[in-house]
């Protein structure tokens, strides 16, 4: 079993849908839990990051985490063409060695079709 | 503040060959990330540095790949010889020392073995 489970999709929705991407995760050790778009040819670009459990809002983008689920979500409402990009989970935690590190899902692609 | 800078942007080079990439972090991050992503894949950490020490290279290939940071501040990351399996984008990113929460990713380095 992988750490983070993402499904790659692709995920295609019409300009003003709410989209829904999800990740589980297996580790206890995680402690901070994050999202990031991926533009085609660019690096990741951090959009929302959380530590606790709840709903976390930006604008369009409700972020949300289950800790007891190990599932974390992240909401776009009104999604527009600008929104098309591939959404990568991530989870922050510490190694054996103690150091913070990252560790990713596969990303969803999104296409949001005007 | 300027972002993280990685060069080249692209590399083509045969199987066999050797390959270098650069980053330069933001300014005042003492933690270095290289990571590579496959694509369809998620980004994976290669190597962990605290200013010019390795923190973490358990996931490195290091029959092939080596990775430096002089002086604390820009780092290399270098493959030799390359397989068509590291065909992928080579991520560099940084954060303040002792930070969690997400990082900064540079453009990356897309990288094609043939």
């Known amino acids: 079993q992988k750490e983070v489970e993402q499904d790659p999709g692709p995920l295609s929705v019409p300009e003003g849908a709410i989209v829904s991407l999800n990740c589980t995760y297996s580790?206890?050790?995680?402690?901070?839990f994050m999202w990031y778009r991926q533009y085609s040819r660019k690096g990741p670009e951090l959009l929302m990051y959380?530590?606790?459990?709840g709903n976390k809002e930006d604008g369009r983008f409700t972020a949300q985490v289950d800790k007891s689920s190990k599932y974390i979500s992240l909401f776009i409402r009104d999604s527009q063409p600008s929104d098309s990009a591939t959404y990568l989970c991530?989870?922050?935690?510490?190694?054996?060695?103690?150091?913070?590190?990252?560790?990713f899902g596969k990303g969803t692609k999104l296409s949001v079709i005007p | 503040e300027a972002g993280v800078a990685q060069s080249p942007r692209y590399k083509i080079i045969e199987k066999r060959q050797s390959v270098a990439f650069w980053c330069n972090p933001i300014?005042?991050?003492?933690?270095l990330y290289w990571y590579q992503q496959i694509l369809g894949q998620g980004p994976k950490l290669l190597i962990q540095?605290?200013?010019?020490?390795?923190?973490?290279d358990s996931q490195l290939p290091k029959d092939r790949f080596s990775a430096e940071r002089l002086k604390g501040v820009d780092s290399t990351l270098k493959i030799q010889p390359a397989k068509l399996e590291d065909s992928a984008v080579y991520l560099c990113?940084?954060?303040?020392?002792?930070?969690?929460?997400?990082?900064?990713f540079g453009s990356g380095t897309r990288l094609t073995v043939v």
């Open positions: 990113a940084s954060t303040r020392q002792g930070m969690t929460g997400g990082y900064t």
């Open positions: 580790n206890s050790a995680f402690q901070y």
């Open positions: 959380t530590y606790s459990s």
């Open positions: 991530a989870m922050g935690g510490f190694s054996g060695a103690g150091s913070y590190q990252l560790t």
């Open positions: 300014s005042g991050h003492a933690t």
């Open positions: 540095f605290q200013n010019n020490g390795v923190v973490d």
